[in-house]
Each structure stands twice: as structure tokens, then as C-alpha cells.
């Protein structure tokens, strides 16, 4: 392995002179400049705080009901006058409604069927859907609700599609209730919550 070694100038039996390294001047760290106005803190926004309404309405307390007299109630701008009241539509019902295509529905033993006819306005701008603002036409008992039941055949309120704003349709809407039932009007409910109030009306 070679060695390396660092030498000075040979020149008879002189020593050559120590050469001297030159001098270098540090150069000065430039020093930032410091403004003299200090900058004003940014505020810190207050938080907005929302205040909620206390309140539980739901869709199914909104309904509002009223009697207009012993034939009629109205039931947020959809007016209910009941015409007639068949104290048995077993043979009706039999043909006209059906649990399945094909198939008769039959009250279960010891029911019957019991068939309301009514007629419905429209009192307010838009149009209603009986299906919808009608579904509220129950038949009570001793405050026991029967609701009711999907019929098939002619003259049915529920076949009605819509009613447009200022029209009237007639239709009849029909419930299984035990035999034992004592017809006492057509309740029209509100549908508040689990503690329903309703007024009943009579042909």
C-alpha cells in the first residue's frame, strides 16, 4: 500500500520556508430587517349559536278537524259529508273485494262487512288524493278504531285518483267490524299520535 506524504521544496541542505496560508475576512451575516409596527392580532370569531324550536310536530299530528254539523266535518281543507250507511255488505263486499287476483275476501268468522258512502270536496288549492286525505275515515267503537279495508269493484272512493281544487266526488269506503258492532257515525280522526281524537258524523 503507497503513503502519501506531504513534503517541502528540496533545495541542498536548506529547509524551504513555511509558506503562510493568506488570511480570509469572514463576510457578515445579513441581519433581517425588523419592521417597526407590529401587526394587530386577528380577532377570533364568536360562535353563532342556533337555536332550535322545541317543538314535536310531526306529519301526524298536523291533520286539523272539525264538525260543520250532524253530516259533515272537515278535515284540513278537505270537506267529509257521509250519504249512507249499509249495516251489511257481505254480498257486496264478497264481489268487490279481494285479498288476491281472483280471489273473494270473506270476513273472518264472526265479522261482517259494513259499507259508508260519502262525499268529499276539495277546499283548497292544489289537488287531494283521496287515498291520502281520506284515510283518516274510520268507524269507532267504545273509542276502539276499525279501519279501512282495500276494496275492488265500481263506485269505490279510494278508485279515485285525485280530486282537482273546488270539485266533489262520491264513493263508497268499506270496514270489517265483529258482528256484535252498533254503528254510532263516521269518525274522522286526527291522527295524533297514539291518542286519537275524532268527530263522528251521521247520514
Not at 92 to 105: E, K, L, N, Y
Request: hydrophobic share 30%; net charge negative.
Amino acid at each position: 500500500m503507497g503513503i502519501l506524504f506531504a513534503t517541502g521544496v528540496f533545495g541542498g541542505n536548506e529547509e524551504a520556508a513555511p509558506t503562510s496560508s493568506p488570511t480570509s475576512t469572514p463576510t457578515p451575516t445579513p441581519v433581517p430587517s425588523t419592521s417597526s409596527t407590529t401587526p394587530s392580532p386577528t380577532p377570533t370569531p364568536t360562535p353563532t349559536t342556533t337555536t332550535t324550536p322545541d317543538s314535536t310536530e310531526t306529519a301526524e299530528n298536523l291533520w286539523t278537524i272539525e264538525r260543520v254539523d250532524d253530516h259533515t266535518a272537515r278535515s284540513n281543507s278537505t270537506t267529509v259529508q257521509i250519504l249512507e250507511y249499509n249495516d251489511n255488505a257481505n254480498d257486496i263486499v264478497t264481489r268487490q273485494v279481494s285479498t288476491t287476483p281472483g280471489d273473494t275476501a270473506k270476513p273472518e268468522a264472526g265479522n261482517r262487512f259494513v259499507g259508508v258512502k260519502v262525499k268529499v270536496t276539495n277546499g283548497g288549492t292544489g289537488v287531494i288524493f283521496p287515498l291520502i286525505e281520506c284515510a283518516n275515515l274510520l268507524l269507532f267503537e267504545n273509542d276502539v278504531p276499525y279501519l279501512w279495508i282495500v276494496a275492488e269493484g265500481d263506485d269505490l272512493l279510494f278508485d279515485v285518483d285525485y280530486v282537482d281544487s273546488g270539485a266533489e266526488v262520491e264513493g263508497w269506503i268499506y270496514y270489517e267490524v265483529p258482528e256484535s258492532f252498533s254503528f254510532h257515525g263516521l269518525g274522522v280522526a286526527d291522527f295524533d299520535d297514539d291518542d286519537w281524537n275524532y268527530v263522528e258524523i251521521n247520514p
